[in-house]
């Protein structure tokens, strides 16, 4: 039986997305060639390729604005370094959220000068740091727009002139925001768009090409952009199964389509928190993410008898990460509200039994 999966990510897809993708690897269109067999300077793999980054481009409305998708490897991790080596010269701020924007400064300190604008390290990184002032002598701000571990979300982006950089790998695709207000978005593919294996990254062309320093190929985003994203072998069944997934959302209506069924989820789970005596948000209530929402038990010695009754509802990956302890429910887009309802359930009837 198909469990009800939560986890953080990799995540869960829709179903036709891995019927899709499994069909694939046996036989691509009926090719008589298995997707991960056939040469990436195939006709069929290169129509792939460039469906998959017009499409990006087109669900985020980004279409005749200057942008280019990239399909690269190394995770969002990469990007960290990466995106500091394409755009910082001289300084960077960055807005510090937790573990992933802490890692994405540590990494941007090995080129340049970051000014830490902000920190919610005070709380454990349970609220998004608001009314900081952001530097005009910056070469970029980089933020992360939702940050998976602490289950909170930037709601409002801040007014800067200096371009935007934003780690999005837990919430692309998930709602609708003015994309063309970024200049360099990433995101790790595992999250909300495919399979681990691939990562996307939108970059507006006019802000490359202005450091000093000499790129190494794999890391400049001016030559995968040149060879329309194969500069190397791609991860060719990442970005076939993102494509698929891709095609699914745009289907479904886009993002505007799946925000609405992103915040009925987030609704039905943060009510059942914020009512249940049982349990305790994590997150600041405005702050708090349509896509993980981290929560706790009052009383912990009803830890095991929690867990044990959603094992049996056939709930999977809930545990909080280290860091924050508790619970977390990723709710990405692929996950359908029945799932949410059944965890809704439990935690309902664990209050009628306790
Ligand atoms: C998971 C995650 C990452 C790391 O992604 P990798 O693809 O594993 O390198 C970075 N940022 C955020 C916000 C994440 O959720």
């Known amino acids: 039986m198909k ?46 390729m460039n469906e998959a980054r017009d499409l990006a481009i087109e669900l985020l409305g980004l279409k005749g604005q200057g942008y280019q998708a990239l399909f690269l490897q190394g995770g ?56 900081y002032n952001i530097p005009k002598d910056i070469d970029y701000f980089h933020c992360t727009s939702n940050n998976t571990i602490f289950g909170t979300q930037i709601k409002e982006f801040p007014d800067t002139d200096a371009p935007v950089v934003c780690d999005m ?22 999250k909300n768009m495919g399979p681990a294996g691939t990562t996307l990254v939108v970059v507006k062309e006019e802000v490359l090409g202005k450091v000093s320093r000499d790129i190494p190929s794999m890391l400049d985003y001016k030559i995968h952009i040149g060879k329309d994203s194969m ?45 249940n005596p049982l349990f305790k948000g994590f997150a600041n209530k405005p702050d708090r993410s ?38 977390r429910a990723s709710m990405y887009n692929a996950l359908p509200k029945e799932s949410v309802g059944t965890l809704v359930e439990v935690m309902d009837e664990l209050e009628r039994k306790a």
């Open 3 to 48: 469990k009800h999966n939560f986890s953080a990510g990799p995540c869960i897809l829709p179903k036709e997305v891995f019927l899709k993708a499994s069909e694939a690897v046996m036989d691509l269109d009926n090719s008589g060639l298995s997707i991960l067999e056939i040469s990436h300077r195939s006709p069929a793999f290169v129509d792939i």
């Open 76 to 131: 969002a991790s990469l990007q960290f370094i990466m995106s500091a080596y394409n755009l910082l010269e001289n300084k960077a701020a960055y807005l510090d959220t937790g573990s992933w924007s802490t890692k994405a400064i540590k990494e941007a300190r090995k080129l340049a000068e970051v000014d830490v604008v902000a920190s919610s390290s005070d709380k454990n990184f349970n609220y998004i740091p608001k009314d």
């Open 290 to 327: 349509t896509m993980n929402a981290t929560f706790y038990l009052v009383d912990d010695s009803l830890k095991e008898r929690f867990d044990k009754m959603c094992k049996e509802a056939g709930i999977n990956g809930v545990n909080g990460h280290r860091s924050v302890g508790g619970y």
């Open 169 to 190: 790998s837990s919430d692309i695709f998930s709602r609708q925001i003015d994309f063309s207000y970024f200049d360099v978005i990433y995101a790790g593919a595992q």
């Open 231 to 275: 500069f190397n072998t791609p991860p060719v069944f990442a970005v076939y199964t993102s494509l698929l997934n891709l095609r699914w959302l745009k289907e479904k209506g886009g993002i505007e389509a799946i925000q609405k069924e992103n915040e009925n989820k987030a609704k039905l789970i943060y009510s059942e928190i914020d009512i």
